[in-house]
């Protein structure tokens, strides 16, 4: 067998311009993509093998410019330059239906000196408009070879790889932009003064803001005059102005339109979903619609895999020989695992209906209308980027704000992100609705659903009510507007969204099945010890749940938590779930399966029978919905402070985050409890 070599490359383009695509085709990879700006908001890798060549391909954030206007953009922009000796070239992505807008960049890039290969992509949905694209002029006009690809439907994808086999990427020696004349001197200096080896990388230096007198071979060179003249966002203008006007006379000859095309299905769609009224109608119909999915399609899902557990449980118990591991196993760990995978397939719903969403154009539509909304509460547009991925998790959520180029509205995003209901918070919300909530219907939608969507709007007004308070408190440091191009409606992949759904759901078992197992341990030993009930005792073994350390703990702190309703049992689920929030209902499930007083039968209906020593429910409508509050306000997930600090990067904002969260969910939680009893 022969030898693998291995070349690495970076994938480049424009937002959504199908790069993640080309991507997960390339690497058999399961990135998410999404038609909008910001999907892809740090450089991701993957690996491909064709014939006995190991090819490392680098997928870089979208970016419009080399000139970073936001974090996303320069994790490219710093990756493309400082990175050059060590990748063979640049894919470079081209939409068919936006040549002009992705030439800026390409141009930008091939006067660098960069290896490239051209790739353009969707060329079907242009001759869908009536655009014609002569690839032959086209490839003269830039002297570069062009290749043609679908990359949903992996046309062009071996050509891809044979290019990259053959070394086909392309260096001009000619550049596309000149200096203007009256900095023309300047720019030579610097060159001549060895600082830079190309005038175009010296004019790019100067245009970003570089400090040169900091450069040791520049200070005896510059004079103030060359200085004052010398505006960053200026020259960064003049340049792209130069640059259109080259790319337009190259496009004119290249692109031909039919005259009086008919209007397609993206123009007939958008004349109502982005309607100022109608649109954020629909949209509020579609979330009824995947929230009532959410427990209509997974009921019986979730009863089969509850019905396994308990029988796993009666299993294990039954054939293990008695004991503590007995205990530990039947009672304390499957029960837990149960607990949490029970929700795997209404997790699995909402996340599939949100890629279908992404996949087919609508999310860039949501981002558009929600622009205007936004605005009074100190966010844009792009800021519906992280709030609506917040619906899955905060953590990629809090990351995708890099892609917020004012840094008031980056900050103010990333503390207001986790108040959006994520999918650790779906087993919470769905198992209290279950136990406060009736099975009736409303015009045919569950009263279930109801409740859900109005936690997941809760969430949303929360965030921006926060917003509008904050705002008022974060220096603002100049306006920004919300421009962006929106995509034509596309057929979702629906097998491939699919296969991205079944790997989050995977990743969320295991994720949380990890946490879950050791605090299944930690709660099975608690509870199986107790204080020594004879003189004989160092502790005492197989004691009654109320008996146990436990138990001991969870009343120590149940005078805090008693004025919001919950008993010790809730506060040690509390307690245990500030790691991940899905670990409460492990831990309800724990805890109620060790509970020998507990009937038999369905977690659920443990909860829903259980009472307090003076016979009223434990699980009222009262300390429902004060759950449901507690859950919907606090800060529970040490992994998503993590990733605050590490986009913040101050402890300051990260405890005001947690404090804020967490106190405003014990304040609301109290008084809803004390209202509602």
């Given amino acids: 067998m022969q030898d693998t070599q291995k070349k690495q490359v970076l994938l480049v383009g424009n937002p959504n311009v199908g790069k993640s695509t080309v991507f997960n085709t390339l690497c058999n990879k399961k990135q998410k993509t999404g ?22 391909v680098i997928d870089l954030p979208g970016s419009y410019s080399i000139y970073p206007s936001s974090e996303d953009e320069a994790i490219f922009s710093k990756f493309l330059i400082d990175e050059q000796e060590n990748y063979a070239g640049v ?6 239906l936006s040549l002009k807008r992705g030439l800026l960049l390409f141009q930008q890039i091939q006067d660098l000196g960069v290896p490239m290969i051209l790739v353009v992509n969707q060329i079907d949905q242009a001759e869908r408009r ?15 070879k062009i290749i043609q690809t679908n990359a949903k439907e992996q ?26 004349n009256e900095h023309t001197n300047f720019i030579r200096k610097l060159v001549s003064h060895k600082s830079f080896d190309s005038e175009y990388k010296a004019w790019i230096s100067v245009s970003s803001g570089v400090d040169l007198s900091k450069i040791e071979s520049m200070k005896d060179a510059l004079n103030d005059s060359d200085v004052k003249s010398l505006v960053p966002k200026r020259l960064q203008v003049k340049e792209t102005i130069r640059r259109y006007q080259n790319i337009d006379k190259v496009l004119a000859n290249v692109i031909t339109k039919k005259p009086q095309f008919k209007e397609l299905l993206t123009e007939k769609l958008d004349k109502v979903l982005v309607h100022k009224f109608w649109g954020y109608v629909v949209f509020l119909l579609i979330l009824l619609i995947i929230f009532q999915s959410v427990f209509f399609l997974a009921e019986y899902p979730m009863s089969w895999i509850d019905d396994f557990f308990a029988w796993l449980s009666a299993f294990t118990g039954e054939h293990l020989p008695e004991g503590p591991l007995n205990s530990l196993i039947s009672n304390g760990i499957i029960p837990g695992l149960g607990g949490i995978m029970v929700f795997a397939p209404q997790i699995g719903i909402l996340l599939y209906f949100l890629y279908l969403l992404e996949d087919s154009g609508y999310m860039a539509r949501v981002i558009f209308l929600m622009d205007r909304f ?31 180029e004012n840094v008031k509205e980056r900050l103010l995003t990333i503390l207001v992100t986790p108040f959006m209901t994520c999918s650790a918070r779906l087993p919470v919300y769905s198992i209290i609705i279950g136990l406060i909530i009736s099975d009736g219907t409303f015009f045919g939608i569950q009263y279930k659903a109801l409740v859900l969507l109005g936690m997941y709007l809760l969430g949303f007004m929360v965030a921006l009510l926060s917003a509008a308070i904050l705002k008022g408190f974060i220096k603002d440091k100049g306006k920004t507007y919300l421009v ?5 409606y596309k057929k979702p992949l629906f097998a491939y969204d699919l296969k991205m759904m079944l790997g989050k759901v995977w990743e969320f078992i295991t994720g949380a099945g990890k946490i879950i197992f050791i605090v299944s341990i930690i709660i099975w030993f608690l509870s199986y010890f107790g204080p020594k009930q004879s003189p004989n005792e160092v502790v005492a073994t197989n004691v009654k749940l109320d008996h146990s350390y436990l138990a001991k703990m969870g009343k120590a702190i149940e005078p805090a938590i008693a004025p919001l309703g919950y008993d010790w049992k809730m506060g040690v689920g509390i307690i245990t779930s500030f790691v991940a929030r899905e670990v409460f209902v492990g831990t309800m499930s724990t805890l109620y399966s060790l509970d020998d007083d507990a009937p038999e039968g369905k977690v659920i209906d443990k909860m829903r029978h259980d009472v307090k020593p003076n016979g009223e429910k434990v699980f009222n409508f009262a300390t429902g919905v004060s759950v449901l509050l507690f859950y919907a306000f606090a800060m529970q997930c040490v992994s998503t402070l993590a990733v605050v600090y590490r986009e913040t990067k101050s402890w300051k904002w990260t405890g005001f985050q947690v404090v804020m969260m967490t106190g405003l969910a014990y304040f609301v939680s109290m008084i809803a409890y004390q209202i509602l009893k």
């Fill in 91 to 96: 894919i470079y992505i081209l939409e068919a």
């Fill in 130 to 144: 009536g655009i014609t694209i002569d690839i032959q002029k086209f490839s003269d006009a830039l002297g570069i």
């Fill in 374 to 404: 936004l605005r009074p509460f100190g966010l844009n547009g792009k800021s519906i980027v992280p709030l609506v991925s917040g619906t899955a998790c905060a953590i990629p959520a809090v990351i995708s704000t890099r892609n917020i």
């Fill in 35 to 56: 038609n909008y700006a910001g999907v892809t908001v740090a450089s991701h890798s993957g690996n491909y093998v064709h014939k006995n060549e190991e090819v490392e």
């Fill in 155 to 180: 046309i062009g994808i071996e050509e891809i790889k044979e290019a990259v086999l053959n070394n086909d990427f392309f260096k001009t020696d000619k550049v596309s932009f000149e200096v203007p």
């Fill in 484 to 488: 962006m191009d929106l995509p034509t």
